[in-house]
């Protein structure tokens, strides 16, 4: 069996490093300087993808985006050509479901598989071992792939056998970590506001259920080591969040909260370019309040301003989960699956352990009055304008619930808020 890899990126060359530690590897990126940084005595480079197709049984491709793909195989010159029937192509990009679809049935027509392997979790993890792989295709041939996958990480999530439905929960998934991402650092930036340590508000959120890949992983990393552990551009993060939208838009289900991130993050991209590292988030957020997020000063420090940043932080998190499972569902997803997946990728956080299994199980998620939500983030919104921070995802999740709020009873409890979704997605969490 020869094994061929294409696309040497950030990712795509941690992976077939990893790869290449248990097999011998066929390779090829547009970047000869990337084939050059990679080549062992289990690498070599192949002058071209149609070389790659013409040795390869099995051949990974880790591309920037699906039109990519569709470029590689079918473009003048494509590699299709050259794939033997029965050939096994495992692809990593970063893509929309629908185009991988189409790809994967224009192969299938020369008897040529695809199966998706989508990624999610960055370098770290993939040096690690420990990256996400949400895996979709035809059972027999997720079998062939398995021990090829497994040299690459421990954490496999098979996601069924329709290609394209690991796309789209790991789109989902992004969407997740971004939101993580834009919450936390803007509520990071009114607590140095207002007096907190760093190590303050990284605890008290990790300790309650505002805690989520962000707090638990970056803010810890940074407390403890005095560096940001995230190496990816904000532009692959900006793509992905694009995606989801585009998904949204397609199935009619809302993405408000969705829409917002994107909004910062392209900001983020087109004042800092397009290299522009996950670090940069942190210097947005501090151009934006004129204070430090790492040492910033204040003097406003009560442990019951300190629950209530968490508890709207938390709050956003409940508000991306319902839109999220809103999307999923409504574009056709199982909601089982995407929430076994989300809880073991970097979308997980203490709103999904909760608030998913419930859903998909119909019983409830959490008694918590509506009102009481309401208050804790009007509260926090007073905070950031008296003290010049923005906190738009808290505000726009403030205005979001303020409105389920006058549209259900303000007694309800957060189940009511699921139904609310529900209802404007026109969709259902369960069959139950």
Known sequence: MKVGYIGLGAMGSTLAHRLSANHQLIVWDINPSAISALKNSHVSAAQSPVKVAEQCDIIFLCLPRSMDVAELMF????????????????DHTSGLPAETREISARLKGIGVELIEAAVSGGTSAAQAGTLSIMVCGASQRYQKALPLLN?????????????????????????????????????????????????????????SEARNSTSLYVLRTIVNEQLFPYQATIALMLKDVDQVIQLSMKCGAPAVLAMLVRGLLHIVVSTRGLNAQGSELIQFFESLTGDCVVDGTGQDRTASTLTSICNAVAACNELLTYEMAAIATKYGLNLE???????????????????????TQGRLTDGTLIEQKVQDLKFTTRLALEYGTPMLMASVTYSILNMALHSLDAHSGEDVVGQWYESIAGTKFNNL
């Open 337 to 359: 699956a995407v929430s076994t997946v989300i809880n073991k990728s970097s979308g997980c956080s203490g709103t999904t352990e909760r608030i998913l299994p419930a859903l």
């Open 151 to 207: 040299s690459i990480s421990s954490n496999i999530l098979e996601c069924g056998d329709n290609v394209g439905d690991a796309q789209a929960v790991k789109l989902l998934n992004n969407l997740l970590n971004a939101g993580y991402r834009i919450g936390t650092l803007e509520a990071v930036a009114l607590g140095r506001k207002l007096g907190f340590s760093l190590a303050e508000i990284t605890e008290s959120m990790n300790t």
């Open 75 to 90: 473009g003048s010159g494509g590699m299709a050509a050259a794939l033997s029937p029965g050939t096994l192509i495992i």
